[in-house]
């Protein structure tokens, strides 16, 4: 079947299950409560939903360790639920994009169970490896979440690999059995009419031949040998052509350190693997590589980031375009102000949605919500910011190890969504299965509802008018006064209309510069996140996006 492009005109929604909205009272997010916010999310303009994974599973990675991939768990509702979900969100024109995790399952995965047993076929599923003299692990390769990457398992007296957590044995997609599963799983959900995959890690599905050790310097030890490894685009071309290429669907993979030359690799339209990218680039302006690193916001390390994968892809292939997901601080607390919250939450959506590629909007993002302070680091959840705590800067005092994980968890973008200011944020009428922040009394959607000003109602705005753009779909991106540190301004042109979108990433007002050959007295203003105004200055924060007719 010849490859459908919808996805590029589309706008999806990410749902983080668990902490999403409750519909049964017992504390867990869950299908029922989506349901009942469907209008919402469609409110926003977006016609797509990605989740967050949903299957049965121990929850030692909130559900990214997944014990069995042809299921939905009973505490979000079981098949029953998804089924009138998807009937409800195909009715509304919404497609449904399910998270494929198969870069490794969790070890109560029934292949695994099997698997450190020798059962057969399940004795090649993951990837073993007796230990060395002296009990030595197979190589120096670390995990990305806990410590090293090999665990020994008793039961069947050898090592298996883990490139997250303990409990997150990586499959050995060597064996085509495993592929064959794989292959079983994308079946299943497009069978039953799911629209898509976002697909987990997939660039670490490759090992290099022999496990090789890696040098001892760098962060995350291993990592050349395993990503973007020797036979992922094999794999990738084989799901594509045995399963995707006959179903009405697309794909988004995921791809820690990537760039945009070796991204064509994978998602190059004549002959790439899957349609669209989840980069990292545009999430390392404030960190080096992980959150866990942080340095001092760049912008300019910003609109690198953005302008490369806008230029290099263009006309080639198609982004995928992202502030915020469940793995990362929240925006507003990362690369605006808390201080100019609204108006900086409007730039950082400016700053983005009017870029070439498919936006995704992720659950808070669209109020602005913040990064979460908890008192106490037992109260995180996530287990590599438990790791982090209890094993980094172990010799800090504990305020300032606190502190840190207030800039970097990812529990961060967990915390139930605030509905509402009454208890527990309208999340759930029971006892919610995880802390609310506490700014839910003053960020939050019924408030944002009532002010026609609010982040909330620009969100949508912002949208629609993406939509009514074609120069956004097809034009072409140039970026102005690149050497700015404070002011992100960049352009679309197409053959009917242009716009220049100009976002401040100041505290300070600023000259509100045009670049050459855009002119100012013909421009008209589309949107802004301020009434009106010295049309000569910028104020904090302030953003603006001009358009002129060109037929
Ligand atoms: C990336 C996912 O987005 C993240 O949440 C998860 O912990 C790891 N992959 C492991 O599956």
Redesign the pocket.
Known sequence: MERRRWYKDMVFYQVWPRSFKDGNGDGMGDLWGVLEKLDHIQSLGCDGIWF?PIYPSPGA??G??ISDYLDIAPEFGGMDAFRALLDAAHSRNMKIVM?L?V??TSDEHEWFRKSRRRIEPYTDYYIWRPAGPGGKLPNNWDS??EGKAWTFDPVRGEYYLHL??VK?PDLNMDNPLVREEVKKILRFWLDLGVDGFRE??ITYISKKDGLPNDHIFPIYKGMRHYNHGPRVHQYLAEFKQEVLDHYDCFTVA?APLVWPRQALRYIREEGGQIDMMIQFQCQCADCLFTDYLPTKFSLRKLKRAYSSWQNRLRGKAWNALYLE???HPRIVSRYGSEEYWAESAKTLAAAYLFQQGTPFIYQGQEIGMINWRPESPELYED??TRYNYTHSHTKEPAQKRLERLWRSS?DSARTPMQWDGTENAGFTTGKPWFSVNDSFRRINVAAQEADPDSILNFYRKAVALRKRLSCVRHGVYREHFRLSGRLYAYSMTGQKERILVLCSFSSRPMACPFPRGFDRKTARLLLGNYTAGAPEILRPWECRVYGWDLS
């Open positions: 967050s990675d909130c990214y360790d998270d995790v870069n490794h990305n979440f997250f957590a997150q987990d890690v995921e997901n469940h793995d287990v590599q990812r």
